[in-house]
């Protein structure tokens, strides 16, 4: 059975950055997950959900924290909108 993670280690690291930093951590993981496979449409499809997760990501959310990786919240945006339109083209030429 899986350890529970104590919600004060989560807010701890919520606390030093922001949310915008956990979802790149995990965007992180997830293209290193996709390699693994080796399938490029499942990088694609990954890509334009973490882009869009990064787009619809209130901005709120995203103000710089003490060790934020990224400066503005608009980096964030930014990025998303470029996951969002890159995802599309890497899903067109996949062969798998």
């Known amino acids: ?6 919600l004060q280690a989560i807010d701890s690291f919520l606390l030093k950055y922001n949310v ?17 496979v ?11 959900l973490f ?3 990064f787009v619809a990501t209130p901005t709120s959310m995203l103000v710089a924290a003490e060790n934020s990786l990224l400066s503005e ?19 067109v030429t996949a062969r798998r």
């Open 51 to 53: 882009g869009v997760i």
């Open 73 to 91: 919240p608009i980096a964030y945006k930014s990025l998303g909108l470029v996951l969002v339109f890159a995802a599309p083209i890497l899903y």
């Open 1 to 6: 059975m899986a350890t529970p993670v104590p």
């Open 20 to 36: 915008g930093d956990a979802l790149l951590l995990v965007f992180g993981l997830a293209l290193v997950a996709a390699l693994v």
């Open 38 to 48: 080796r399938s490029r449409k499942v990088l694609a499809l990954q890509s334009g």
